[in-house]
C-alpha cells in the first residue's frame, strides 16, 4: 500500500455502523489495512442527518403505529425517494439480526412484531451512536459551528436527534480555510460533471460561490451542498480517501492530485 493513511468518508462510517452483510464486512477489513484512519467530523455531520435520521423515521414510525405492516406500506410509498427507502430496507436487515427469539404472539403478531423491530431499531441508533468516534484510530476536525448531541427520548417514546445541521446564526466555520485555496476551489468544480443531478448542480454552486465571492455568506446549506469535495479538499496529501462511491469521489480527488479508494 503507498499510503498508510485513510481519510474516511460518510459511506465507510455507514457501512460499518448500520449495516450487515458482504459491503459491511469490506469496510471492516478495508479500515484494517491502514496504520492510521482519521475521521472528520464532517462524516459524523452527514452520516446523522442522512442515515442515521433514516433509521430513527423508521424507529418513530413505529412508536406511533405500533403497527410493522402499517409502517411497511409507509415504506413502499417512498417510491420517489430511493435512497431512504433502500436505507430503510438496510436498516430492516440490520435490526432483524437483532430480534429476540422468543414466539410471537398470535393474538396480536402485528403490533409484537413492531415492538421488537422497535426495540432494535433503538439499540443501534444508541449503539452507532456512542460507536462513532471508535470506527477509526482518530476524529479529526472538529466544526466549531456543529453541535454534536445525540439522540433524546422524548415523551412519547420517539428519539429527537436535533440540531442535525449547523448553527444559522454564523457562517460555516470551514469557510475561511476554503477560501485560502481559490484554485483548488476551482479544480474540483471542473471537475464535477454538468451531469443535471441536483447534488452536483449544487456542489458546483457551492464551490464557486466559495471561489468567485468571498464576500458572499457561506452557510449551512452551501457547506451541506460541498459533500463529497470536502473530502477531496481536506484529505491529507499522504493519505488516501477511503469511500464506497468511487463514482464521485475519484474525479474530485484527482482533480487534486490525490486518490480515492473503495473497499
Same mark, same amino acid.
Not at 427507502?85 to 410471537?104: D, F, K, N, Y
Not at 445541521?165 to 475561511?176: F, I, P, Q, S, Y
Given at each position: 500500500?503507498?499510503?498508510?493513511?485513510?481519510?474516511?468518508?460518510?459511506?465507510?462510517?455507514?457501512?460499518?455502523?448500520?449495516?450487515?452483510?458482504?459491503?459491511?464486512?469490506?469496510?471492516?477489513?478495508?479500515?484494517?489495512?491502514?496504520?492510521?484512519?482519521?475521521?472528520?467530523?464532517?462524516?459524523?455531520?452527514?452520516?446523522?442527518?442522512?442515515?442515521?435520521?433514516?433509521?430513527?423515521?423508521?424507529?418513530?414510525?413505529?412508536? @406511533?403505529? !405500533?403497527?410493522?405492516?402499517? %409502517?411497511? =406500506?409507509?415504506? *413502499?410509498?417512498?417510491? /420517489? &425517494?430511493?435512497?431512504?427507502?433502500? +436505507?430503510?430496507?438496510?436498516?430492516?436487515?440490520?435490526?432483524?439480526?437483532?430480534?429476540?427469539?422468543?414466539?410471537?404472539?398470535?393474538?396480536?403478531?402485528?403490533?409484537?412484531?413492531?415492538? @421488537?423491530? !422497535?426495540?432494535?431499531?433503538? %439499540?443501534? =441508533?444508541?449503539? *452507532?451512536?456512542?460507536? /462513532? &468516534?471508535?470506527?477509526?484510530?482518530? +476524529?479529526?476536525?472538529?466544526?466549531?459551528?456543529?453541535?454534536?448531541?445525540?439522540?433524546?427520548?422524548?415523551?412519547?417514546?420517539?428519539?429527537?436527534?436535533?440540531?442535525?445541521?449547523?448553527? @444559522?446564526? !454564523?457562517?460555516?466555520?470551514?469557510?475561511?480555510?476554503?477560501?485560502?485555496?481559490?484554485?483548488?476551489?476551482?479544480?474540483?468544480?471542473?471537475?464535477?460533471?454538468?451531469?443535471?443531478?441536483?447534488?452536483?448542480?449544487?456542489?458546483?454552486?457551492?464551490?464557486?460561490?466559495?471561489?468567485?465571492?468571498?464576500?458572499?455568506?457561506?452557510? @449551512?446549506?452551501?457547506?451541506?451542498?460541498?459533500?463529497?469535495?470536502?473530502?477531496?479538499?481536506?484529505?491529507?496529501?499522504?493519505?488516501?480517501?477511503?469511500?464506497?462511491?468511487?463514482?464521485?469521489?475519484?474525479?474530485?480527488?484527482?482533480?487534486?492530485?490525490?486518490?480515492?479508494?473503495?473497499?
Amino acid at each position: 500500500m503507498a499510503n498508510d493513511t485513510a481519510f474516511v468518508d460518510t459511506t465507510i462510517l455507514a457501512e460499518v455502523l448500520l449495516k450487515t452483510g458482504p459491503s459491511h464486512d469490506a469496510a471492516i477489513r478495508a479500515l484494517g489495512r491502514y496504520r492510521k484512519t482519521l475521521l472528520p467530523v464532517y462524516a459524523i455531520k452527514e452520516w446523522k442527518r442522512g442515515q442515521l435520521a433514516t433509521y430513527v423515521l423508521v424507529f418513530n414510525q413505529l412508536t @406511533r403505529t !405500533r403497527s410493522f405492516s402499517q %409502517t411497511n =406500506i409507509w415504506l *413502499s410509498r417512498l417510491y /420517489r &425517494r430511493p435512497r431512504l427507502q433502500s +436505507t430503510s430496507r438496510e436498516g430492516e436487515a440490520l435490526a432483524a439480526l437483532h430480534l429476540p427469539s422468543a414466539t410471537i404472539s398470535p393474538s396480536s403478531p402485528d403490533e409484537e412484531l413492531a415492538d @421488537r423491530f !422497535r426495540l432494535a431499531y433503538k %439499540t443501534i =441508533i444508541l449503539q *452507532s451512536w456512542d460507536s /462513532r &468516534r471508535s470506527v477509526t484510530s482518530a +476524529t479529526v476536525m472538529d466544526l466549531e459551528c456543529y453541535i454534536e448531541s445525540g439522540p433524546k427520548e422524548l415523551p412519547d417514546g420517539q428519539l429527537d436527534i436535533h440540531p442535525r445541521d449547523c448553527r @444559522r446564526d !454564523r457562517e460555516c466555520c470551514l469557510a475561511h480555510l476554503l477560501r485560502k485555496d481559490t484554485i483548488a476551489l476551482m479544480k474540483l468544480r471542473d471537475s464535477i460533471p454538468a451531469s443535471g443531478r441536483p447534488e452536483d448542480s449544487k456542489r458546483r454552486e457551492a464551490l464557486k460561490k466559495l471561489a468567485i465571492h468571498p464576500t458572499a455568506v457561506f452557510d @449551512r446549506k452551501d457547506c451541506q451542498a460541498l459533500g463529497d469535495a470536502y473530502f477531496a479538499f481536506f484529505a491529507p496529501r499522504d493519505a488516501e480517501i477511503l469511500t464506497t462511491n468511487l463514482k464521485d469521489h475519484a474525479p474530485l480527488a484527482q482533480s487534486l492530485e490525490k486518490i480515492a479508494v473503495s473497499p
